[in-house]
């Protein structure tokens, strides 16, 4: 019988990137792109993450997973919700982007998009007050929980609609300086960040 650290870097199958979405400026529409360029340590080509004046940290991608786009709209009584009202960079379907997340200290993981990519998941990706905008009131908390992910570029490289998506053990190269490896994840609800935190992160 496998043990848990092992069942944590077992999946199913691989994922696929649906989905490209460039953010110019904060409140500008989103661009749908078919690839893009991925810089390491600061994000994609053309995003406003990137080209902030101090790029970095821990929202350097945002993922979104396409399996709950359906559960949002749901939640909020609409027919569909479309990726781009969310406003996360890559839209990943068939692999739980929530499991690529490190549960263990001494067993970082990596997401690997395509053949040139590496994301480490860094944490969720909360929803801010605008979404009451977007999608109705009440928006705010149907998306809790359904938000995405954020990651810090890893390695960098080129990103196409249609790559394989794939979580495994960091590779040895790429191993974090033990200070910034996660620590065991609790399996509570996240702390929310304070309001007017969370509307300066939005987009």
Same mark, same amino acid.
């Given at each position: 019988?496998? $043990?848990? #650290?092992?069942?944590?870097?077992?999946?199913?199958?691989?994922? #696929?990137?649906?989905?490209?979405?460039?953010?110019?400026?904060?409140?500008?529409?989103?661009?749908?792109?078919?690839?893009?360029?991925?810089?390491?340590? =600061?994000?994609?080509?053309? $995003? =406003?993450?990137?080209?902030?004046?101090?790029?970095?940290? =821990?929202?350097?991608?945002?993922?979104?997973?396409?399996?709950?786009?359906?559960?949002?709209?749901?939640?909020?009584?609409?027919?569909?919700?479309?990726? !781009?009202?969310?406003?996360?960079?890559?839209?990943?379907?068939?692999?739980?982007?929530?499991?690529?997340?490190?549960?263990?200290? !001494?067993?970082?993981?990596?997401?690997? /998009?395509?053949? !040139?990519?590496?994301?480490? /998941?860094?944490?969720?990706? %909360?929803?801010?007050? =605008?979404?009451?905008?977007?999608?109705?009131?009440?928006?705010?908390?149907?998306?809790?929980?359904?938000?995405?992910?954020?990651?810090? +570029?890893?390695?960098?490289?080129?990103?196409?609609?249609? $790559?394989? +998506? +794939?979580?495994?053990? #960091?590779?040895?190269?790429? $191993?974090?300086? *033990?200070?910034?490896? *996660?620590? /065991?994840?609790?399996?509570?609800?996240?702390?929310? %960040?304070?309001?007017? @935190?969370?509307? @300066?992160?939005? /987009?």
């Amino acid at each position: 019988m496998p $043990d848990l #650290r092992e069942l944590t870097r077992q999946f199913p199958r691989p994922g #696929r990137l649906d989905t490209i979405l460039l953010r110019p400026a904060r409140r500008a529409p989103v661009q749908a792109v078919e690839q893009a360029f991925v810089i390491e340590g =600061r994000g994609l080509q053309g $995003d =406003r993450s990137a080209s902030a004046a101090k790029p970095g940290g =821990r929202r350097q991608v945002t993922l979104l997973q396409a399996e709950h786009l359906p559960v949002i709209a749901s939640l909020c009584a609409l027919a569909e919700v479309g990726a !781009d009202v969310l406003r996360r960079n890559f839209v990943v379907s068939g692999l739980n982007l929530l499991a690529a997340r490190a549960l263990f200290r !001494d067993q970082p993981m990596a997401l690997h /998009i395509g053949a !040139d990519v590496v994301l480490e /998941i860094s944490g969720p990706c %909360e929803p801010c007050s =605008r979404m009451e905008e977007a999608l109705g009131p009440g928006a705010y908390n149907a998306i809790r929980g359904h938000g995405g992910l954020t990651a810090r +570029v890893l390695q960098g490289g080129v990103v196409r609609v249609g $790559d394989e +998506v +794939v979580c495994r053990a #960091r590779a040895n190269e790429l $191993d974090a300086k *033990p200070e910034s490896r *996660p620590e /065991i994840q609790p399996a509570t609800e996240p702390a929310t %960040e304070p309001a007017s @935190k969370i509307n @300066k992160l939005l /987009i």
